[in-house]
């Protein structure tokens, strides 16, 4: 065998691209003789990451349905939702227990950069405005002018690399949220401690952005956040990545067609390649994910019947 080192399909599917259309045909038949099937997928999350979203779902799926549940409680929806928890006081228990728990899962990622950037032996500098930074830059905003011009047919689709721009805005609505509505939340949680130092009208401030803010907050990420990640054509009904960590490699090439050149064309495409989760694992997680997007969708559907049809 001539290849001491034998290279991945992924490989040598870039080297096909950008070759003649005579040597890419060489290059695809020279893989399939010296290749097992590979298997291995892109691993785009690491594990701590895809613990985090799980948390982060399960307490905000239960904020938004017990808070919900006290907005609008009114409604016969949020009396046989209260019923089912117990009652309304429990629902406010209830309420307070996922806040910890989205404020622990909040506080576990920040300590994670810290321990990313110590691990990587990088700068806060290289991590804010590297290329693969999650801050908005100016690639963003001519990656934002190209989609519109490719949804209007007037352009190809742009070479999406590590984040988009909406995956990056979806990320710092987090950040925002949880500053907003974690702090009038506490406000209401402890409003003795914080009228020490506040005057007393703030509490019903407090109310009216917690509430306010809830609703945008659940709006946003079960429609548009659901739409960009699990119902847009190429990713219909789902998009499993952030549960299993994995994606297939070919979706990698169409997604993030500059993340997976700049991976091919520094070698590191391979280090970043693993075998398929477990079938029960993948299983198991998609009724998990079908779980969350059904609460979502249903509690869309209850926002948009109580604000038309009964709100007082
Ligand atoms: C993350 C930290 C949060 C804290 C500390 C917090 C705390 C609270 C507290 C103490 C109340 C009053 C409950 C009662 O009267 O028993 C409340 C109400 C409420 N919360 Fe939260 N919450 C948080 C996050 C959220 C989130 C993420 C949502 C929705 C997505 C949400 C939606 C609501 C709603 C709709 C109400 C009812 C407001 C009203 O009466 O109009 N909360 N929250």
Not at 56 to 79: E, H, N, P, Q, R
Not at 84 to 102: D, I, Q, S
Request: glycine content about 6%; proline content about 5%; hydrophobic content about 45%.
């Amino acid at each position: 065998m001539p290849d001491s080192k034998p290279q991945s399909a992924a490989t040598l599917n870039y080297a096909a691209d950008t070759a003649t259309a005579r040597d890419a045909q060489r290059a695809r038949a020279s893989a399939r003789a010296i290749l097992p099937v590979d298997r291995r997928e892109f691993v785009r999350f690491p594990h701590l990451y895809r613990v985090l979203h799980a948390c982060m779902i399960v307490s905000f799926l239960t904020l938004a349905l017990t808070g919900l549940s006290l907005k609008f409680s009114y409604t016969s929806w949020a009396a046989k939702l209260s019923r089912l928890l117990g009652g309304f006081e429990t629902a406010g228990y209830v309420h307070r227990f996922a806040a910890v728990v989205m404020f622990f899962t909040f506080t576990v990622h920040v300590i994670g950069l810290f321990k990313q950037k110590r691990r990587d032996k990088t700068t806060w500098k290289a991590i804010l405005f590297g290329p693969n930074t999650l801050l908005p830059n100016k690639r963003d905003l001519h990656e934002f002018v190209a989609t519109i011009k490719w949804f209007v047919g007037m352009g190809p689709r742009p070479q999406y690399g590590r984040w988009t721009y909406w995956e990056k805005f979806d990320y710092f609505a987090v950040f925002w949220g949880i500053v907003v509505i974690g702090s009038t939340g506490l406000t209401l949680w402890f409003p003795v401690f914080f009228t020490r130092f506040l005057p007393g009208p703030f509490i019903n401030v407090a109310t009216i952005i917690h509430s306010d803010e809830a609703l945008l907050a659940t709006g946003f990420i079960f429609t548009v956040h659901f739409f960009n990640t699990h119902l847009r054509p190429e990713k219909f009904p789902m998009d499993t990545t952030i549960f299993t960590g994995h994606m297939p490699l070919a979706e990698l090439k169409r997604d993030k067609p500059r993340e997976y050149a700049e991976l091919v064309a520094s070698g590191e495409l391979e280090q970043h390649l693993e075998e398929p989760q477990p079938e029960i694992v993948v299983k198991t997680i998609r009724v998990f994910a079908w779980i969350a997007l059904g609460t979502g969708f249903s509690v869309v559907i209850w926002i948009l019947y109580a604000m038309l049809f009964a709100y007082r």
